[in-house]
């Protein structure tokens, strides 16, 4: 024997429709649990690559320090040229067997002193030269990494929202139906308290 | 036999709190991941429409160390300018050529990069921008998807629907016969039986002519 209740019920709401929710509730904690592992990432990485951009003008914080240490490893790479440059040009003299004037070392020392100078500008202004372009290259990276996967983020919230609203048209519980689901749900009650 | 109170917990409340708790926890993952996106969409826009403010991204120091290369590249001796010095105005004429090419070519690269970087600027302003507000469109089409579940307007019709089955409902089972007995409330499913004055109370929410089964009590 079967209760009217029961048949009520069934007969607006199947089996198959609550089987759908309980799945659709099992889909949900599974996309919670995932969003839980990507969440952090997400954050982390959303900011650090906000952080690196900096201000408006300014240049991306890893391309300064990336090129702050290729400037150091430059400079002491040519600090150290200049220090063995005048015992290198004597001790090319001497095996030489140049005998000229007095002087001639040291000269050819200060000649290769300032030549050392001059290349040591020039890869000083290159190196600044792909610091900007560089700057510049990794400014877009940023703001494209952004811009992309903030876009991302929306498109997938908004696609939470349609499954949070899907999942409310099988929460019987919902008003917003015609009138034979509002009359059922009166009859529901009725039945339910005589 | 199944009781009112099981019956109703298993295929209608259980139902509803699946759905009601998969629904939240979409709601919560549609904010979690919303508030993270806006907060980078706001600063990417945000970023690139400060960068065109101010004319791009800031290349000047680059374009001065080039033209310094330029004019390093043209610090040279005159060379052999010949045993009268003959030569000497034709060679000074060239360097000065050179470094004056030099110098012009670095400034069109100058010029031309920040149109670049302008267009590149304004390219992307305009190509998020459109992508922004058209997920805002989404955003708009999935509000009114969300507010088609909320509850309608009554209308008269609508009403009287409600009204009627409740009614119908409500006078069958306040007649004395349908009176649930004392040893429990039993109510058989008759199918094909019709009610007629005297029999046992029959109703149904679809008609007569429906497919719905009516019930009645005996």
Known sequence: MILKGYHLACTFQSQGQAESATLQRQTAEESQNLFQLGEPYLKQT???????????????????????????????????????????????????????????TDQASASALLDLEKRRKAVESQTKQQEY????????????SILGISQGGISTSFGYGRNAITAEQYNTANPGNDAITAATTIASIIAALA | MITKGRVFACHFDGQSEDAQAAAQIQESLQLGEYGISKQGLEAGLGYAGKELAIGGYPQAGKYSL???????????PLGDVGTNLGGVGARTGDILAMRAAGQGGVGQQKVLSAVDEINKLRSTLSSNGLKTTGLGAEAGSLSNQALSQEAKNPTLSTALGAASGAASIYGALSQ????????????????????SAGGPATFSLFGPDSNAIPISRV
């Open chain 1, 46 to 104: 959303m900011n650090d690559f906000i952080k690196d951009l900096g201000a408006p003008g300014s240049e991306p914080a890893s391309v300064k320090n990336a090129f702050s240490q290729i400037e150091a490893q430059n400079t002491e790479a040519f600090d150290q040229s200049e220090g063995a440059a005048p015992a290198q040009v004597s001790q090319l003299a001497k095996s030489s067997g140049y005998r000229g004037a007095q002087g001639a």
């Open chain 1, 133 to 144: 372009d560089a700057g510049m290259a990794q400014r877009d990276f940023d703001m494209s």
């Open chain 2, 66 to 76: 080039m033209t310094g290369d330029v004019l390093n590249a043209s610090a040279k």
């Open chain 2, 176 to 195: 004395p016969s349908a009176k649930p007995s004392p040893t429990g409330a039993q109510t058989t499913l008759q199918s094909g039986e019709t009610g």
